[in-house]
């Protein structure tokens, strides 16, 4: 019984932190100074830009990180750089759950 125990506390901690879960609705508000480039529903008005509508929260999550910390580069990087800069984390989780809840 220790070994099963013992086997499952080394699974749990060696699995990575899970994000806390964005308020969907903070998102919604938040998302207006997306809309421009993103549309209101997150379908993109230009097609260059990306579709936000039912994205993986993750992936908006670590994009928006990347945007803010100048680490990605590429496309309308230089755009998001600025976009960004002014979100927290909860200002991003948030996000990312509004476009992720989008079907």
Known sequence: MLKKVSIAM????SMPMLANAGDAAAGKSKAAMCAGCHGSNGVALIPSYPNLKGQNAGYIESSLKAFRGKTRTGGQAAIMYGMAAALSDADIA??????SSLK
């Open 94 to 99: 948030n996000l990312a759950a509004y476009y």
């Open 10 to 13: 080394a699974l749990v901690l």
